[in-house]
């Protein structure tokens, strides 16, 4: 007698960042879900240059089984277990560390990555015929006489879907088609990111050996690391007020190669180690800053769309905080789990039956009640430290003894990186409990071969 194969669920994932590729791993383990990837690039190529994840996106790798990017080798941890240290920019004096504040495993602790390390050890998890390169997306519309949302690229293909994922960065396309209202802003900072062989400062004499943050007045501030691979990481930084009509950079592009002998200029004044740190670096890029409001839903509806919400959004397509926080890869993997675990609990492996329209609706609210109240709150942090308050620092010249008091009172990011996404999504599941009684059988949802209690 032939085997029955159990009723079939399509997931399309639009991006194949981390939270997409998260998401999918999320998911591999379930016989009857259909995960596709479509990625616009050519290739997968990682844009970016060093990448933090803190204990939140560090356990989130390990419940994905992606331990290989818990590895010493692409993952660098401080020896000091300090998340960050904070450095004055004349005396090189550490005025100021962050603290693991929970219990943290030392597997777990704030690591700093090489973005295409991270891709690579994320992409060994996933099979690549998933993932279709080369798709643009253009728009999405209901076909509401079969069921199923229809996607479309702009070289005219389509594929058809029950989910819809939204993974494709802060100025997703997914995001504004269905709210054009979302669009990003430029918040006046600008990085300038390297990524060179160590051996370049090597000979540096007093070169920091951990992941360390040198202030200087003025929100001005210079963050070096080793990576894994023998590798280093420089950051520079220019800040302007985005409403200044003659505010430099307001037109850069997103990694465009940027000229070392700038931002050397920047430092000029700093000490002698942060200048023979940015003199040694040999090449940066350019990453004008940008962010938007936070939106009102994430479980999206089309015009016209009888079947209910049926798009959801991850990564910074969801939260479009401008890398504040160094928050974005962890924020991204905590998505992409939450998203697979509200998914598998409508839809356990080894159900009879696929997922009602009703049972997709709730599962993509237990999604959002999972993540939206604690990325809502890091959007706005983040707008709390743009606009008024930016332009306000530019145009007040700050003491020494002012910069001392910043680097030790500033806020406290444990919240954010030791943020608990197993927690919050069993809290959720209660606030939710008696919305959709028909799908409350299981007790176990397994993710990424994590069994995670209900």
Request: charged share 25%; net charge negative; aromatic share 6%.
């Given at each position: 007698?032939?085997?029955?194969?159990?009723?079939?669920?399509?997931?399309?994932?639009?991006?194949?960042?981390?939270?997409?590729?998260?998401?999918?791993?999320?998911?591999?383990?379930?016989?009857?879900?259909?995960?596709?990837?479509?990625?616009?690039?050519?290739?997968?190529?990682?844009?970016?240059?060093?990448?933090?994840?803190?204990?939140?996106?560090?356990?989130?790798?390990?419940?994905?089984?992606?331990?290989n990017a818990l590895d010493e080798s692409v993952a660098f941890r401080n020896k000091s277990g300090f998340p960050m240290i904070y450095r004055h920019y004349q005396t090189n004096e550490v005025v100021s560390v962050d603290t693991h504040r929970g219990h943290v495993d030392p597997l777990h602790h704030t690591a700093r990555f090489y973005r295409a390390h991270l891709q690579q050890a994320l992409l060994k998890h996933v099979d690549l015929a998933q993932i279709h390169l080369s798709k643009s997306f253009r728009s999405v519309a209901a076909r509401n006489s079969e069921g199923k949302l229809i996607i479309t690229f702009h070289d005219g293909t389509t594929a058809t879907t029950d989910i819809l994922l939204g993974a494709d960065g802060i100025r997703s396309r997914v995001r504004t088609f269905l709210v054009p209202t979302s669009a990003t802003a430029w918040t006046g900072w600008v990085a300038f990111r390297s990524v060179f062989p160590i051996s370049h400062v090597a000979h540096i004499s007093g070169l920091p050996d951990e992941a360390t943050h040198f202030w200087g007045p003025n929100g001005r501030t210079l963050f070096t690391s080793p990576l894994g691979k023998d590798l280093f990481t420089v950051v520079a930084s220019h800040q302007s007020d985005p409403s200044a009509a003659d505010a430099p950079y307001s037109d850069a592009v997103w990694d465009e190669d940027g000229d070392v002998s700038v931002f050397r200029e920047f430092y000029q004044d700093w000490s002698p180690l942060a200048q023979a740190i940015v003199a040694a670096t040999p090449h940066t890029s350019v990453y004008p800053n940008a962010a938007a409001r936070g939106l009102d839903t994430w479980v999206l509806s089309l015009p016209g769309d009888s079947k209910g919400g049926r798009v959801t959004l991850a990564g910074d397509a969801a939260h479009a905080h401008g890398g504040?926080?160094?928050?974005?890869?962890?924020?991204?993997?905590?998505?992409?789990?939450?998203?697979?675990?509200?998914?598998?609990?409508?839809?356990?492996?080894?159900?009879?039956?696929?997922?009602?329209?009703?049972?997709?609706?709730?599962?993509?609210?237990?999604?959002?009640?999972?993540?939206?109240?604690?990325?809502?709150?890091v959007i706005r942090?983040?707008?709390?430290?743009?606009?008024?308050?930016?332009?306000?620092?530019?145009?007040?010249?700050?003491?020494?003894?002012?910069?001392?008091?910043?680097?030790?009172?500033?806020?406290?990011?444990?919240?954010?990186?030791?943020?608990?996404?197993?927690?919050?999504?069993q809290r959720a599941l209660g606030e939710l409990k008696g919305e959709n009684d028909a799908v409350k059988v299981v007790d176990v949802v397994v993710v990424g071969g994590e069994q995670v209690m209900l």
């Open positions: 007698m032939a085997e029955t194969k159990p009723p079939g669920l399509q997931i399309t994932i639009i991006g194949a960042g981390i939270a997409g590729l998260g998401a999918a791993i999320a998911l591999k383990k379930h016989p009857a879900i259909d995960v596709q990837i479509y990625e616009r690039a050519a290739e997968l190529q990682e844009i970016g240059a060093s990448i933090a994840l803190g204990p939140n996106g560090m356990r989130t790798l390990e419940r994905l089984g992606v331990n504040a926080f160094a928050a974005g890869g962890s924020l991204a993997l905590d998505d992409a789990w939450a998203f697979a675990a509200a998914v598998m609990h409508v839809f356990p492996p080894g159900s009879a039956r696929k997922p009602t329209e009703e049972d997709v609706g709730f599962a993509l609210r237990l999604y959002e009640a999972t993540r939206k109240k604690h990325t809502d709150k942090a983040v707008h709390e430290g743009n606009g008024e308050k930016v332009a306000k620092a530019l145009r007040e010249t700050e003491t020494d003894e002012a910069l001392r008091e910043r680097m030790k009172s500033r806020g406290d990011p444990a919240w954010i990186h030791e943020h608990d996404v197993l927690g919050e999504f």
